[in-house]
């Protein structure tokens, strides 16, 4: 597990020490909405399938994952046209990557607009590009095809990350953070877009976790801007992020077991996922905790934008830490709204994080400098990614 040791704590409104942060966040989603109460009889349509058991199943499994609603790609218009999707063993990963790998860039390129307007200044002034993405696999990859879309310059530096799963968002902010802090004046777009296209299969007893996919899991892109030092009057900063840790754990590389075939991704999850979560966040969160100079049971006084893979790794987490309930208000909004959108959603909740921020800061005093908090994600490996950070919308 890397570090980049201690430092000092001091006030750093304004990013004024050289650490990385971000300036500013986006999103975007396709344009089909799945209702959560009616999904189960429109999956149960699409894929022609009338098992009662299985329906009642998926039926309990929409209730437990706590979502609401969802953004998807997939379409009647794309069953239509490619009906075996929802054909048992058929060869479809052609089909499917010619679907996902323009679906992904367009998400990817829609965001990062959104961000960039946020942000406030040319695309000319972007530097590098980390692209993250599960959804798709081609060469040249959706780095480069995301760069031709928002005109960013042949020189753009470019980092691509594959099949990183959940994890992605906080690795690709990770990967960001190195470089904004070692490339004096540059500014780093990390964008990250999934589809669960990808994946889509009928449903079958065979493979019970494909169900779980299903009542949980949503498409969308985020995209966030990345660089230290901001200008005075011309950026705004929103998180100031201080110390990376990466962690895998050895001996669990089957809990989560993705494998590309013919017929798609196929994923494998181990029902002990939540319980070893559990058993080891709060070593890796003590590493932070030292460096602020908190106790290991002062995690309340730390903010926590977490991605929310499920509501049990939430509830553990909740229950392990002692958290008081608001500390994950802004995890399980992103839950309920967009469902698991893998890499993507940590974008969505730390906008969330914002938005609740502002909120508290117009009814107390200022309290100016900021407040300390930890942004993490878990995904194969099993992997922890944390970056320890500060919120300065608050």
């Known amino acids: 597990m890397g570090s980049e040791g201690t430092f000092q704590v001091a006030s750093t409104k304004m990013g004024n020490t050289g650490k990385a942060t971000i300036l500013a966040l986006g999103k975007a989603f396709p344009h089909q909405l799945v209702m959560q109460d009616y999904l189960v009889d429109g999956y149960f349509r699409d894929t022609n399938c009338d098992d009662p058991d299985l329906k009642r199943k998926l039926a309990r499994l929409c209730k437990t994952t706590t979502v609401k609603t969802r953004y998807v790609v997939m379409s009647e218009e794309i069953l239509k046209k490619y009906p075996e999707l929802a054909l048992e063993g058929i060869p479809t990963l052609t089909q499917r ?13 829609e965001a990062s607009q959104d961000c960039i307007k946020k942000w406030g200044r040319p695309v000319s002034e972007i530097t590098h590009l980390v692209y993250v993405s599960s959804s798709e696999a081609r060469l040249p990859g959706g780095d480069l095809y995301l760069a031709r879309g928002l005109g960013l310059g042949p020189k753009t530096q470019r980092v691509l990350l594959y099949f990183v799963g ?8 990770r990967v960001a953070k ?17 589809t669960t296209i ?11 976790y494909d169900l779980v996919g299903v009542a949980l899991f949503g498409d969308g892109a985020g995209a966030m801007i990345i660089g230290s030092d901001p200008i005075p009057g011309k950026e705004k900063p929103l998180f100031e992020l201080h110390t990376a840790h990466q962690q895998f754990l050895p ?4 809990t989560i077991d993705g494998r590309l075939t013919e017929e798609g991704i196929s994923f494998k999850l181990a029902r ?14 003590d590493e932070f905790m030292k460096e602020v100079g908190l106790d290991h049971k002062e995690y309340n006084k730390m903010f926590w934008a977490v991605h929310p893979g499920g509501p049990a790794i939430l509830n553990r987490m909740e229950k392990q830490l002692d958290l008081l309930p608001e500390k994950l208000n802004a995890s399980r909004r992103a839950l309920m709204d967009y469902g698991n959108a893998s890499s993507n959603t940590i974008v969505y909740v730390l906008e ?3 938005e609740e921020s502002s909120k508290m800061k117009m009814k107390e005093e200022d309290k100016g400098d900021g407040e300390w908090g930890l942004i993490l994600a878990f995904g194969p490996g ?6 320890l950070a500060k919120n300065l919308a608050v």
């Not at 959940?166 to 902010?173: I, K, M, Q, R």
């Not at 990808?198 to 019970?208: E, F, L, T, V």
Request: a negative charge; aromatic letters at 6%.
């Open 97 to 109: 990557l010619d679907i996902c790998n323009k679906a992904v860039t367009q998400m990817a390129i």
């Open 166 to 173: 959940c994890s992605g968002g906080v690795a690709g902010l």
């Open 178 to 194: 190195d470089l904004a802090e070692n490339n004096p004046g540059s500014r780093i777009l990390l964008a990250t877009s999934e």
């Open 198 to 208: 990808i994946g889509y299969k009928p449903p079958s007893a065979d493979r019970p």
């Open 251 to 254: 001996g669990t590389e089957k």
């Open 272 to 285: 002990e996922l939540p319980q070893i979560i559990e058993d080891h966040v709060e070593g890796f969160c």
């Open 352 to 354: 969330y994080m914002i």
């Open 382 to 387: 099993i992997s922890f990614e944390g970056i």
